[in-house]
């Protein structure tokens, strides 16, 4: 009897032990199944916003141009096709197997000009080779450095000789930086007079506007973006500048639109220079009227304008940018007013 209940007290003592093992080893619950910490409140973010509008634009053509050959010869090269562009700075042209430059000048260039002749027309040429890059002085003097930029020009198109002066019929003239080509009136192997016209380009812009400018715009300035040009539009939608205006005319949604006898064209108007705008969890904002709303910081409601939303985050801009608060609550009563 006296061994049995010492068998019993050693099991027992190892029944204890092996309880305590398991209290002691046992893992605490994992971290996924413990009972989430509520959030309060979330900071307030901030991102660089261009605020972009559709908007459809309204535009008036004038009558077509004549580009006409600038000297006389037989056409050894012409890239010319209906519904194609030409642009300043490159040479679509070639007479008597010599390259001619196109150039939009504001000036066009009237006779032959040698070293160091001077007026309004060379100036105009050195302002449009500015434009295009190159570095020269616009002083209204053809020097050495106005001509080793046409140099540069000229031999990129094939023609590597040095210039002592710029012969008229060595330069084609167009009325903007790019133009589209209508119709071409006269092909490669043809004889040509300077003054003949070689094309009809498609009618200039003498107006565009867009046609509704949004109520809520982000304040300042703007752009209009089309082709991945950004041109400069004025508060009240209209394109004045007339660089714009010829970018526009050789852009494809307005030659899509000429083509299909339309009126108006679908681009993109946006901020100029993008600004900072605050980021909150579309929770956090309560008392919703049209585009206004407020949320809520230190237990306090502050009223915010709504721009939009991004991937699951609503955009808000506070009165005064200096006002936005730290951080709001994340999940505010639904009946709080924005006073």
Known sequence: RAVGGIAVATIAVAAVGATIAVVVVAPASPQALETPTPIGSVPVGSQAYDDPRSVSVEFSLGGGTALTSPGDGRITAFACAAGGSMTSGESALSIDGSPVLTLATRVPLWCDLVEKDTGDDVRALQQELIRLGDRVTTDGILGTETLSALERRFGAAGDRSRLTGIPASRILW???????????????????????????????????????????????????VVDGERLPVGADGVVTDPTALATLTSSSPLREAV???????????????????????????????????CVVADGI??????????????LVRFPDAAAAPASVAVDPRETTTCG
Not at 187 to 211: C, I, N, Q, R
């Open 174 to 224: 167009i009325p903007g930086p790019s133009v589209s080509t209508k119709e071409c009136t006269i092909g490669t192997g043809a004889l040509a007079t300077a003054g003949e016209p070689l094309a009809t380009l498609v009618a200039g812009l003498t107006a565009a506007a867009v046609a509704q400018v949004p109520a809520d715009l982000v304040p300042g300035d703007r752009v209009l």
């Open 301 to 314: 409601a502050v009223p915010v304008d709504i721009v939009g939303s991004q991937l699951g985050q609503t």
């Open 259 to 293: 083509a299909g006898e339309a009126t108006t064209f679908t681009a993109t108007l946006e901020l100029a220079e993008p600004v900072d705008i605050a980021v909150v969890p579309p929770s956090s904002v309560v008392g919703i009227e049209d585009e206004a709303g």
